[in-house]
């Protein structure tokens, strides 16, 4: 199997034409500065007792401490957990924020436990990794199948760890513990900027244009619910189990109330439902989803979704990529052959980080912002990073993937060539 870490690391390659790195720079972002695998027992509700595999990968921390969510799925394996810690290290740089980069994950398929099950594991997890993380060390927040709930355990097992309260260790957590309001949807939130200030560039009508959207999760449903708002028509949705479409255009508030009823798994955590039981909407498969003539074709779930194997059937003319990503290096020569733009990950999903370095600041100041600040600040910081990037892109005649990484890249270097010590050696 292809290596993903292997892919993302290609994507420096088109960076370097453009930009003349140091070989310090280059050597340091081939390789994550630490890894760390750990065995996290848990006690099941039947009394036996179950060993999961747990992972925390720092990649870079020259910028600042690492930040990087926690992914829980059966797939996960070391090689995704550097991929994601290595695009986390661009994202921050790209959003001018004062963090390296990290990401965490455990495999588990998180909807066969009790939430009691879940709890104990997400608690031991911490205690296995508590060595590494902190509020000016590494600070991890959710990911795919973790949400706010998960992130108020793990902080609390944080404090019972070092007794003393520091909710600046993780971010994502609840409001009532200490959690900031907006964070729930600025994923969403943050890549609809991004659309819009494109949007704008290119002098288009936001009114009717056509998307869809795969993944109807954290990040996929606030984006639909706020596309949807702004007068962009939402034409399907998908999830792991299927996907729906609509000429006319779904209501994504009513597509999650109906799948949020079918709440019968053990754990409570997750819904077992599906946009797909909604029957008044023409059911579609996953792939048939990736290949509908649509305006922008979004992408919420997971890596690798547009690959060589698929690229070439993609009839949307413009990506947004919300997941990390869901985009090979190999499709993205096929698109580009093709003329379809990629609004890339590392700036279109970074309203997540954003804001949890919002809710870090608050935390380590102890003051809290009412919402409206926090989108406010959103909106300027996503809008200033993006408009950055298509002015580069405007300037260089490069792709939208390549000025995103040109801009994340060169903060990096920048910060990596001020500690360094070559020079001094080269004198010598
Ligand atoms: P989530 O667990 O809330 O939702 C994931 C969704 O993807 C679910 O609806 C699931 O059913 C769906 N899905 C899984 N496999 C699928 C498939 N093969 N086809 C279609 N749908 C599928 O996760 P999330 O937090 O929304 O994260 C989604 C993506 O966004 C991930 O790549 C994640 O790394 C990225 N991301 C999330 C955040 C955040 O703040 N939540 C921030 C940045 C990036």
Same mark, same amino acid.
């Given at each position: 199997m292809k290596s993903t870490f292997e892919d993302a690391q290609k994507r420096l390659t088109n960076v370097f034409r453009y930009f003349e790195l140091t070989d310090d720079v280059r050597e340091k972002l081939k390789h994550p500065?630490?890894?760390?695998?750990?065995?996290?027992?848990?006690?099941?509700?039947? %009394?036996?007792?179950?060993?999961?595999? &747990?992972?925390?990968?720092?990649?870079d921390n020259t910028r600042g401490p690492t930040k990087g969510g926690i992914r829980y799925h059966p797939d996960v394996s070391l090689d995704e957990v550097i991929s994601l810690s290595f695009w986390m290290t661009i994202k921050c740089a790209v959003m001018n924020l004062p963090f390296g980069g990290a990401k965490g994950g455990i495999v588990v398929n998180p909807k066969s436990l009790s939430r009691l099950e879940l709890e104990r594991l997400s608690r031991n997890y911490i205690r296995e990794i508590a060595d590494v993380i902190g509020p000016k060390r590494d600070i991890p927040a959710p990911d795919v199948y973790t949400n706010a709930t998960i992130m108020g355990w793990m902080a609390d097992e944080y404090a019972n760890i070092k007794r003393q309260q520091l909710p600046g260790v993780i971010t994502g957590k609840p409001v009532h513990l200490n959690g900031s309001l907006g964070r729930e949807s600025a994923t969403g939130r943050g890549a609809l900027h991004v659309l819009q200030e494109w949007v704008n560039r290119k002098k288009l009508n936001p009114q009717q244009r056509t998307l869809a959207v795969q993944g109807f999760g954290n990040a996929g449903y606030h984006f639909a619910r706020l596309a949807h708002?702004? %007068?962009?028509?939402? +034409?399907?949705?998908?999830d792991s189990k299927g996907a729906i479409f609509s000429e006319e255009g779904l209501e994504p508030g009513k597509v999650m109330d109906h799948k949020q009823e079918h709440?019968?798994?053990?754990?409570?955590?997750?819904?077992? *439902?599906? +946009?797909?039981?909604?029957?008044?909407?023409?059911?579609?498969?996953?792939?048939?989803?990736?290949?509908?003539? @649509?305006? +922008?074709? @979004?992408?919420?779930?997971?890596? /690798?979704?547009?690959?060589? &194997? /698929?690229? &070439?059937?993609?009839?949307?003319?413009?990506i947004l990529e919300i997941a990390n990503g869901p985009v090979t290096s190999e499709a993205d020569a096929i698109l580009a052959g093709n003329g379809v733009s990629v609004l890339p990950d590392v700036l279109v999903n970074a309203g &997540? @980080?954003?804001?949890?370095?919002?809710?870090?600041?608050? /935390?380590?100041? *102890?003051?809290?912002?009412?919402?409206?600040?926090? /989108?406010?600040?959103?909106?300027k910081k996503m809008g200033k990073e993006a408009n950055t990037i298509f002015d580069l892109v405007e300037e260089k005649s490069i792709s939208l993937r390549t000025a995103a990484y040109l801009q994340g890249v060169k903060r990096i270097a920048g910060a990596i060539s001020e500690t360094g010590t070559r020079e001094y050696f080269q004198e010598g």
């Open positions: 500065k630490l890894c760390l695998s750990v065995s996290i027992p848990v006690r099941m509700d039947d %009394g036996r007792l179950k060993v999961f595999t &747990g992972y925390r990968v720092q990649f708002d702004e %007068g962009f028509k939402v +034409v399907a949705v998908s709440k019968d798994l053990k754990s409570m955590m997750y819904c077992d *439902g599906s +946009v797909c039981d909604l029957q008044r909407y023409k059911k579609i498969s996953s792939e048939e989803m990736l290949e509908l003539d @649509v305006d +922008v074709l @979004v992408l919420a779930a997971l890596e /690798n979704q547009i690959h060589k &194997g /698929n690229a &070439g059937q993609v009839k949307a003319k413009l &997540g @980080v954003t804001v949890s370095y919002f809710e870090w600041v608050q /935390n380590r100041a *102890g003051l809290y912002w009412e919402e409206e600040t926090v /989108n406010d600040r959103l909106r």
